[in-house]
Every structure is written in C-alpha cells, then in structure tokens.
T-cell receptor, first 114, second 111 residues
Framework: KAGVTQTPRYLIKTRGQQVTLSCSPI?????VSWYQQTPGQGLQFLFE???????NKGNFPGRFSGRQFSNSRSEMNVSTLELGDSALYLC?????????????FGPGTRLTVL | QKEVEQNSGPLSVPEGAIASLNCTYS??????FFWYRQYSGKSPELIMS????GDKEDGRFTAQLNKASQYVSLLIRDSQPSDSATYLC???????????FGTGTSLTVIP
C-alpha cells in the first residue's frame, strides 16, 4: 500500500502571499489531520477532517484553513503568510476518527517564508 | 502548563544499555497514548500505542502507563546506534484524532 503523500515537498514564499498544501491519505483511510512542526514548539495540531467535515481544530488563527474532498484527499491553505509560518507541515491519516487508530505521517511540506 | 511535557534531552546512553524516556500529560481524562520516533529530516513513525495502565512490550520496546500519575514512559532495551533519534510522546485528549505532542526527547546511542 502506498503511504501518505504530500505535495509539494518544499515551498518558498514571501510574506503576504498565500499557499496551498496537498495531502493524499493511505488508501482506505478517511481521517486526515494536519500538524505544524517547528523547532521551538514541536508538533502542533492544526485540524482534523473526516468525511469532508472538520471535526477538530487547534489553536491557530483563521489564516489557516483546510478542506477534505470526497476521495479523502485534503488540502490546507495559509493566507497572508507571516515569517513565523515557516515550518514543516505534516499530514497524517488514519482509518477512523476514533483517536485509537494509528496515525501515519506523510513526508511533510517544508515551507519557508521570506 | 503544556498539555504534554517531555525532557528535551539530549539523552546519551552506551550501546546495549537501557534508555528511559518519560512523558507527563495534563488531562486526566486522556485515553490513548502513543510513542513516535523521528529521525532527523524524516516524519514521525509509530513505535507503540498504549491505552491501559501497566506495561506493554514489543520487542526491545516497553511502554508504561500510569494514569493516576498522568505519566507514560518508553524503555528501550539493548539500545542500538540506529535508535538514535527524537522520540515524541503523543496523547489523545478527546474522542477524535486531536493529538497533543510533547516537544520530543533527543536520544543518542553511543557505539
């Protein structure tokens, strides 16, 4: 089975721009979660989608948004980029949203904001 | 207080020794606990999950959970240089997939 895939792998943007990141979960997985990883804060939960519905949202400003499509693929969008948004963005998929299933992480998208 | 706390390390152990990694969490109602390993430049990969008080063993790895003390640990026996990585503790504090991660403990196994 193919793992979680994320595109693009690397991205360089300037302040004020917006960016869209994509995640394709493992086949059959319907829950997709997004995390931001920075050296200082570690892994922080952004949001979770299941059946095209956002089920949980972390403590991030409204500039961070996401969606899930009917095939479980997910995108996240960050508008009006700030320098502090530079991070590794990780997507994780799991079979269900129960919280007991293993989350499998993708390779991440490294976003650099200049 | 952070939801999940780990000693950042670095923790260094000689090859063949036992490495002990610790994690505390704030929500007494937490039900699911996970240990992930992350090599430099890579994404986290699951080592173990634990849901009930006590010990759970998988090969060289043992996870220990004490809900009364809000404490979860990971023991790595016969540590190998390939175990050198950052170990992340993750706690699920609700019924969904919202996980809180510690900032990780960096482990170095010295040959």
């Amino acid at each position: 089975k193919a793992g979680v895939t994320q595109t693009p792998r690397y991205l360089i943007k300037t302040r004020g721009q917006q960016v869209t990141l994509s995640c394709s979960p493992i086949s059959g997985h319907r829950s997709v979660s997004w995390y931001q990883q920075t050296p200082g804060q570690g892994l922080q939960f952004l949001f979770e989608y299941f059946s095209e519905t956002q089920r949980n949202k972390g403590n991030f400003p409204g500039r961070f948004s996401g969606r899930q499509f009917s095939n479980s693929r997910s995108e996240m969008n960050v508008s009006t980029l700030e320098l502090g948004d530079s991070a590794l963005y990780l997507c994780a998929s799991s079979l269900s949203p129960r919280g007991t299933d293993t989350q499998y992480f993708g390779p991440g998208t490294r976003l650099t904001v200049l | 207080q952070k939801e999940v706390e780990q000693n950042s390390g670095p923790l260094s152990v000689p090859e063949g020794a036992i490495a002990s990694l610790n994690c505390t969490y704030s929500d007494r109602g937490s039900q699911s606990f996970f240990w992930y390993r992350q090599y430099s430049g890579k994404s986290p990969e699951l080592i173990m999950s634990i849901y009930s008080n006590g010990d759970k063993e998988d090969g060289r790895f043992t996870a220990q959970l004490n809900k009364a003390s809000q404490y979860v640990s990971l023991l790595i026996r016969d540590s190998q240089p390939s175990d050198s990585a950052t170990y992340l503790c993750a706690v699920n504090m609700n019924t969904g997939n919202q996980f809180y991660f510690g900032t990780g403990t960096s482990l170095t196994v010295i040959p």
